[in-house]
């Protein structure tokens, strides 16, 4: 999968319906999010996000890409996301597996808030 479709993919999770966020989500993935229980794991890592409204719009930056094996594709970046007047900012990380030919799905993601300084 190059570049291009990788971040594609990753704007339409956080950005496109439930169903094609259920799709692109594997059974077994792991995600950690900033609400609890805070640590999710196959069906309650997908509804955990599904169920909730999708953002209006995201703009994902401080782009990274790696490739550790073939088949597998590590991705960080920052997100900041917009629904109405409500904007979300997370620091995030997604790891997605090649099932066949050209299908890719997301096995762990993770989303960190900026910290706030006291």
């Given at each position: 999968?190059?570049?291009?479709?990788?971040?594609?993919?990753?704007?339409?999770?956080?950005t496109a319906d439930a169903e094609h966020y259920q799709s692109m989500i594997d059974d077994e993935c792991l995600m950690v999010m900033p609400m609890p229980p805070f640590v999710f794991s196959g069906q309650q890592a997908?509804?955990?996000?599904?169920?909730?409204?999708?953002?209006?719009?995201?703009?994902l930056s401080q782009r990274l890409v790696s490739r550790p094996q073939e088949g597998l594709i590590v991705i960080a970046y920052q997100a900041s996301a917009e629904r109405g007047s409500e904007v979300y900012q997370a620091w995030c990380?997604?790891?997605?597996?090649?099932?066949?030919?050209?299908?890719?799905?997301?096995?762990?993601?993770?989303?960190?808030?900026?910290?706030?300084?006291?």
């Open positions: 999968m190059d570049d291009a479709r990788i971040w594609s993919c990753e704007e339409g999770l956080w997908i509804d955990a996000v599904k169920d909730t409204p999708r953002w209006d719009r995201v703009t990380t997604s790891t997605y597996r090649r099932i066949e030919h050209e299908q890719w799905l997301v096995v762990q993601h993770q989303q960190t808030p900026p910290a706030v300084s006291t």
